[in-house]
């Protein structure tokens, strides 16, 4: 096997310096950005596995030579995978993985199933919170599950920058979540599942109990309100999932310990 890195970029690229593909003579894994760079380096990385070379390199420059537009210039480091560069590869992923913001999902039924679910595909720690036990199976590998009695403690403990998506069985309690989630001012994003009766109803809830009225522009309620209004629960977490990210993206932008966001991002054909 043999990995593929980018080690330098200029301009415009599908993807960032450090982006690193493992390829194998019948299989690949990750992205470097797709579209003809990637054709080019796959080619070149098996080619290479045939002649039994070591390392190898590649300055492509992103134009009409090749068929894309990005209009930047990448350097494309290859070498085979010895046990001391899988450390270093999974170590690096682990340490980006680390650094992913938190969302917490407060609710594990139909509708937080299926975030979860979409969540699972992004890079964010996904935990999902709930008072039930037994409602915590069949969530997808690396979504954390917690049963606990206080979920708002959780939301208290959570690390800065995290989103919270309210959305368990109770509307009680998806009210004191949401209050509880309003006083985190550090909060990346904050949800609550319903219609805008419920949101009317929280709100003159909120005001009752001595809430800042002034921070309910931070509480997204319909959560994915700028889509369908559909109530179909996949449908709803996929809208949800790209509004968290949305969110999260902006914070990540805007703060200078977050993650910075990069400038450009990729389309499905690379660029």
């Known amino acids: 096997m043999l990995a593929a890195e980018l080690v330098d970029v200029k ?3 599908p993807r ?40 190898d390199s590649l300055d492509v420059p992103l134009g009409p030579e090749i068929g894309q537009c990005c209009g930047g210039r990448v350097q494309v480091s290859m070498a085979v995978v010895t046990s001391e560069k899988a450390r270093d590869i999974v170590g690096r992923a682990r340490a980006e993985q680390a650094g992913y913001p938190a969302v917490y999902v407060f609710g594990a039924g139909h509708v937080g199933h299926a975030l979860a679910s979409a969540l699972a595909l992004l890079p964010v720690r996904t935990v999902v919170v709930d008072t039930r036990p037994d409602e915590l199976t069949g969530f997808p590998v690396g979504v954390l599950t917690r049963a606990v009695a206080l979920p708002e ?13 309210v959305l368990t069985h109770d509307h009680a309690l998806d009210f004191l979540l949401a209050a509880e989630a309003l006083k985190r001012t550090d909060a990346a994003y904050i949800g609550m599942v319903g219609s805008r009766t419920k949101r009317a109803k929280f709100t003159s809830w909120y005001k009752e109990t001595g ?22 629960p996949a449908v709803i977490a996929a809208l949800a999932a790209a509004e968290i990210m949305v969110h999260v993206g902006r914070r990540e932008a805007i703060t200078p310990d977050a993650r910075p966001v990069a400038g450009e991002r990729a389309t499905a054909d690379g660029c």
């Open 11 to 13: 301009g415009s690229s």
């Open 153 to 165: 403690a959780v939301l208290r403990e959570a690390p800065p920058g995290s989103a919270f998506v």
């Open 16 to 55: 960032d310096a450090g982006t690193v593909m493992l390829i194998s003579p019948t299989r690949t894994l990750g992205t470097i950005g797709g579209g003809a760079l990637e054709y080019m380096v796959i080619d070149r990385a098996r080619q290479v596995l045939r002649d039994g070379l070591g390392t």
């Open 211 to 232: 809430g800042d009225l002034r921070v309910l522009d931070r509480l997204i309620s319909p959560i994915g309100a700028d889509g369908l209004g559909d109530k179909r």
